[in-house]
């Protein structure tokens, strides 16, 4: 395994009684594929991963038991502690999570703090999980006899029609569902029969601390969420200049022995250039300033849609700039730290100084995030890059979601218990710096609605109108398994627009 990415980024498994084969499955991200087959007395399992050398790592059997896993853990060695005392430890996260299904079956999930998706299966039975926050989404179609699962959709847009499931359906997939975040499908093969377990889940009570104690818990939690996802080779953090960002490459510099490298995207319209650069020069990374042109940063809509499988129009909007930067990083493969999903747990997208309607924002958000998937390595993984996002490490979102509203917002600042922390690591100018977001620094907002005013789109249903182009690239790349380069972009923003004035007449 390469210290730069996990042994698998995904995989499509297929799991029947009674032989049969994968259909050819297409995926977005750009990694090496290796298959894997298996037959039992009574069982095939046939498994495409992706991988970036060595997808052995990414299978593990023991006891009767095989399991397929695609990313990596954060919290190996509370992990090794619960194991048998003179074991040998185990050399990968696969052994390490097939090692403990044998001691607490479908539970172990309820331990492992990761960025994941796997398959569990034995005699009878296939178990599929995500991590708290699905951040490596999962999809599954299951029929008597036969369980699929791929971390794309589009993955299994040629399985034959699954029954239902104790699942999100996915739009123009039938019998496709998405594997719901912080949860584990138990699924008996020979009916189909599904009972969901959760695993993980937002916390809804709000913790009452002294700014110290609060400030100090951030920090410590921040802390270790980027040292277990750098350990080995030079992290390379997406950089804005930002709060959120900026703790991730100041954190990640301290602890390097090298400098880390830095880089920070804008377009012909708009970028941070100025305010990434002040952070970088104060943590001496390498930096690096990549220029996309607004005419290109536009044509990645249709790959940002089919590496994310996503159909909300705002969550696309953040992710097209980053689609964008990912596609022109090049070079080989690089393990990405992110400052993403921090203004989720503090509130930060909300400009919202009132504590009722901050903490109403947080309960919003960490109740509706799920299926959204935008801390997808999908996004990064069209580039041929391995992404990962400390805000989002299971124990910083317990402890940054359960903070009280009044440690979010305090002296007149969002985010101030992160502020706070960061205020020794940090320039003062860097620590006050006001949110700005990725679609605003980048000019991303403004020039998707001018793409669809041009289009002829009435000004006040321009939201409407990037609803329909994003819906319409998903049934292309996704529904359709269209390759992003033939979509015609043109075409679809010119229909969403004309369905717009036709209805408005
Ligand atoms: P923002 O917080 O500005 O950016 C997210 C991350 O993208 C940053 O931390 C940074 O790592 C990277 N990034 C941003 N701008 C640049 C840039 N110019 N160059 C390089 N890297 C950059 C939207 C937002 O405001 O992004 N994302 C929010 C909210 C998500 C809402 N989701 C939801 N409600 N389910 C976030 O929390 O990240
Ligand atoms: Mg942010
Ligand atoms: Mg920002």
């Known amino acids: ?7 698998a980024i995904g995989f499509l498994t297929e799991l029947r009684q009674d032989g049969g084969h994968v259909p050819a499955p297409t995926f977005a991200a750009r990694a090496s594929r290796a298959t894997w087959h298996e037959r039992t007395a009574d069982r095939t399992l046939h498994a495409v991963l992706l991988h970036s050398g060595a997808p052995d790592e990414a299978c593990a059997r023991a006891r009767g038991r095989t399991l397929v896993f695609a990313g990596e853990l954060y919290n190996r060695d509370e992990l090794h502690r619960l194991l048998p005392p003179g074991r040998a430890l185990p050399g990968n996260d696969a052994a390490l999570v097939i090692a403990l299904f044998g001691v607490y079956d479908l539970h172990v999930f309820r331990l492992l703090n990761g960025r994941f998706a796997a398959l569990v299966t034995e005699s009878g039975r296939a178990v599929l999980a995500t991590d708290h926050a ?19 959709a589009k993955a299994l847009r040629n399985a034959p029609a699954g029954r239902p499931v104790p699942a999100r359906p996915v739009r123009g997939l039938p019998g496709t569902h998405q594997v719901p975040a912080g949860t584990v499908l138990d699924i008996e093969v020979a009916t189909g029969k599904c009972v969901p377990h959760r695993t993980w889940a937002p916390p809804l009570a709000r913790r009452i601390l002294p700014e110290e104690e609060a400030v100090d818990a951030v920090r410590r939690a921040v802390e270790r969420a980027v040292r ?23 954190l990640a510099a301290r602890r390097a022995a ?40 536009l044509r990645r809509l249709p790959h940002t849609v089919w590496a994310a499988e996503c159909l909300d129009p705002d969550i696309v909007e953040y992710l097209l700039p980053l689609t964008a930067l990912y596609v022109r990083i090049g070079g080989p493969g690089r393990r990405v730290l992110t400052g ?53 490490d299971r124990d910083v979102l317990d402890v940054l979601v359960s903070l009280e509203a ?16 960061m205020s020794d690591v940090l320039p003062h100018e860097v620590v006050v710096r006001p949110k700005l977001g990725v679609h605003e620094g980048s000019g991303t907002s403004s020039s998707f609605s001018r793409l669809l005013a041009d289009a002829g789109a009435p000004p006040d249903r321009v ?32 229909l969403a627009a004309s369905r717009l004035t036709g209805a408005a007449r």
């Open 1 to 7: 395994m390469t210290p730069n990415s996990p042994a």
């Open 258 to 297: 090298r400098p880390v490298d830095t880089v920070s995207m804008g377009t012909d319209e708009a970028d941070e250039f100025p305010q990434a650069r002040v952070v970088a020069r104060h943590v001496g990374s390498a930096h690096r300033e990549i220029t996309v042109p607004t005419t290109e940063l």
């Open 340 to 392: 993403y999903g921090a203004d989720i747990p503090l509130g930060g997208m909300h400009r919202e100084n009132r504590l009722p309607r901050l903490d109403t924002a947080v309960c919003h958000d960490m109740e509706t995030f799920d299926g959204l998937n935008e801390m997808t390595p999908t996004l990064s993984a069209v580039g041929g890059h391995w992404s990962t996002h400390p805000y989002w």
């Open 228 to 250: 277990t996802r750098t350990a080995g080779g030079t992290p390379l953090v997406v950089l804005s200049g930002g709060i959120d960002s900026s703790t991730v490459a100041a």
């Open 406 to 421: 009044g440690l979010k917002h305090r002296h007149g600042q969002d985010k101030w218990v992160l502020r706070a922390a």
């Open 463 to 494: 939201r409407q109108a990037k609803r329909l182009v994003v819906r319409e690239i998903f049934d292309q790349v996704v529904v359709g398994g269209r390759h992003p380069d033939d979509v015609a972009l043109d075409a679809v923003v010119e």
């Open 134 to 152: 699905g951040s490596v989404p999962l999809y599954v179609s299951v029929a008597p006899g036969r369980v699929l699962a791929a971390t794309e």
